[in-house]
């Protein structure tokens, strides 16, 4: 009886459903390392922490479980202390390795605000401004190993470089971290194969460097799993009309390709050393961590658009072999297999470079740096099935109605609130992890709508229109723009208008628009919760909801309740009162609620308790909006 009570635990997940993979092998990681234990069971300021915790902030984003958030912040408030240093930190060893956690920093920053976090991630900064460089500007992996770039070390500085450029308006930097890449192929770069090899020695003194292109020996699989899944995470925060983007995108092209060939056929896996035939070669392996790397990059290349749609062929098949190969249930838990622990260069003892050397390094189980590479590839492998909803589509999100603006801590004016990319309470970003990943791409739209620059959207969200309290300037909705919506949702678009109260937002303008689709956002307020006593905020979607099929129960609060008429249709209804509200208008459709919502504060999991399922509500919204639009 208790093992069968055991297998159950490991097969539902909290809300009851079957868990996948990635999220089994989360469960394994909070067994091993509990709490604020270090992952690696070590004190030390160690990369392979921010590589599983990377998997932990997509687990989040898939499913809205707030807990590993959690775990995100308890492991790394172990280090990052209240003034902003970090514990076993030390920037003058310069080892780019200790930047990679400077992710979680930056994520912890971004949802939560705390100072801290914001010291902690210039601290990091301030290491890659003194970093040591090679002659033409390439980091050094570590101050101990002079003149060299390793393939290892574009993973652990550039992303973190690429969001803090971002965040901080440092744009003179993408010049920087592009070139990091452009250098690394142009100098190890095998032009027969298209592999690259490990590390490259400027100075070609190293025991291990050619003498005349100062290049590694051989192509160490990991290493190049590291190159790769660093050019797509890059490509996140990389400006759209920078003109090295290309440059970086045609790189991943040239590796996937080479990568590709080295597939074995038969199990879709990756040989630890690749393209090798000489002496001992029966002793090379199938290697985990790579693998789980490979098909990271190339799932994520393919749903970003990066890569052609054909090569998510490439990573199915290692993600199948993947399973069957490295996944295995041993002692109750999921556990990974087959991670090579460490491959290097030089240091003492000397690590030459030879195939001998890399078969001698230990294979072991659970390594965090194999765990978090699963974990990222399962991620990106489970929104496979779902990217047919929105392929092709763009979901618009208004910035003219709704257009407040702040000053941000370097002093740049920004758009905020209910906006995208915006990872604090009142933002976007969860709805957004959402659309993308049913396939659609997000963009925002700045100025009045017109039929030219609606042309080619499929959803049109109009949030919490602004009144003077919220822009000395607002852009209130004028009967033009009521014709052109109108039309635009007539020829087959997909209209989301999301209201407030009447305290909190323009409804008398707003309502010029939903008065088309027979909606009016009036002055009753509904669901004014106090003190957090969430029961205030309830909604039931009701049985057989066209739309909100999955949820029991919703949270919404501080709404306009809605008076409709034809053709609008009540959706969701509150003690008598329209709180959600649908119509079908030409070829298009419209859903009008009173209130934002869905932004992060009330979607992401960790304010609400987990029987408001506003997150399953989100999921059925979106799907509704895509598979209902006709452009």
């Not at 000489?278 to 970003?304: D, H, L, M, W």
């Amino acid at each position: 009886m208790k093992k069968i009570i055991l297998i159950f635990l490991i097969a539902v997940s909290v809300n009851g459903l079957a868990q996948t993979p990635g999220e089994k092998l989360a469960a394994t990681v909070l067994n091993i390392w509990k709490d604020t234990v270090p992952i690696g069971g070590t004190n030390k300021w160690s990369y392979d922490m921010g590589v599983v915790l990377k998997g932990f902030e997509g687990l989040w984003q898939n499913t809205g479980n707030a807990d590993y958030f959690k775990a995100i912040q308890k492991k790394m408030d172990y280090f990052v202390k209240d003034d902003g240093s970090i514990k076993g930190y030390e920037k003058e060893e310069y080892n780019i390795d200790h930047v990679n956690n400077g992710k979680l920093v930056l994520l912890l920053y971004r949802v939560t605000g705390k100072e801290k976090y914001k010291k902690a991630a210039d601290l990091l900064r301030s290491q890659l401004a003194t970093h040591p460089r090679t002659n033409e500007g390439g980091f050094w992996h570590k101050k101990v190993y002079t003149n060299q770039m390793w393939l290892d070390g574009l993973y652990m500085g550039e992303p973190f470089y690429a969001e803090y450029a971002m965040l901080f308006h440092e744009d003179s930097a993408f010049n920087d971290i592009a070139n990091q890449f452009i250098w690394m192929e142009k100098h190890a770069r095998d032009p027969k194969t298209g592999l690259i090899y490990h590390a490259w020695d400027e100075s070609k003194q190293q025991q291990w460097a050619d003498k005349t292109t100062g290049t590694s020996p051989l192509f160490w699989a990991r290493a190049m799993g590291w190159y790769s899944d660093a050019l797509v995470d890059v490509l996140d925060y990389f400006p759209e009309n920078h003109p090295k983007r290309k440059a970086l995108i045609d790189i991943l092209n040239r590796l996937v390709n080479a990568i590709e060939k080295q597939q074995d056929k038969t199990t879709g896996l990756w040989y630890d050393v690749l393209n090798y035939s000489g002496p001992g070669k029966e002793k090379n392996y199938f290697e985990a961590s790579a693998s789980c790397q490979f098909t990271y990059a190339i799932a994520k290349a393919v749903r970003k658009g990066y890569l052609p749609a054909a090569k998510i062929a490439i990573a199915k098949k290692a993600y199948d072999g993947i399973l069957k190969q490295f996944i295995k249930e041993e002692n109750g838990q999921t556990v990974l297999t087959g991670t090579v622990k460490v491959s290097g260069l030089g240091g003492s003892p000397y690590r030459d470079g030879s195939f001998n050397y890399y078969m001698s390094e230990p294979v072991i189980t659970n390594d965090p740096k194999g765990m978090g590479a699963f974990l990222l590839a399962s991620n990106e492998m489970a929104q496979v099935p779902t990217q047919s909803a929105g392929t092709g589509k763009t979901v618009m999100l208004d910035r003219w109605f709704n257009s407040e603006k702040k000053k941000d801590v370097t002093g740049t004016e920004i758009y905020w609130h209910y906006v995208w990319n915006e990872k604090s309470n009142s933002g976007f970003t969860t709805l957004q992890s959402i659309i993308e990943r049913y396939g659609a791409t997000v963009a925002s739209l700045d100025v009045a709508p017109t039929a030219a620059n609606l042309k080619k959207s499929s959803v049109y969200i109009i949030v919490d229109p602004d009144h003077v309290r919220d822009n000395p300037k607002p852009n209130f909705v004028t009967p033009n723009d009521v014709k052109v919506i109108s039309d635009w949702v007539k020829a087959g678009g997909t209209l989301l208008l999301m209201a407030n109260d009447s305290n909190n937002c323009d409804l008398q303008h707003f309502n010029l628009l939903a008065g088309a689709f027979g909606i009016k956002f009036t002055d009753k307020s509904l669901n004014m919760v106090k003190n957090d006593i969430f029961e205030q905020g309830v909604v039931y979607p009701g049985a057989n909801n066209p739309v909100f099929k999955s949820p029991g129960k919703m949270y919404l609060k501080e709404i306009s309740a809605l008076e409709i008429k034809s053709p609008a249709t009540a959706n969701a209804v509150k003690e008598g009162d329209v709180i959600i509200a649908t119509a079908n208008f030409g070829k298009g459709k419209v859903l009008a609620v009173g209130d934002p919502w869905l932004y992060n504060e009330y979607a992401d999991g960790r304010k609400l308790p987990a029987e408001y399922e506003n997150y399953k509500a989100a999921e059925d919204l979106v799907k509704w909006l895509l598979t209902q639009s006709k452009k």
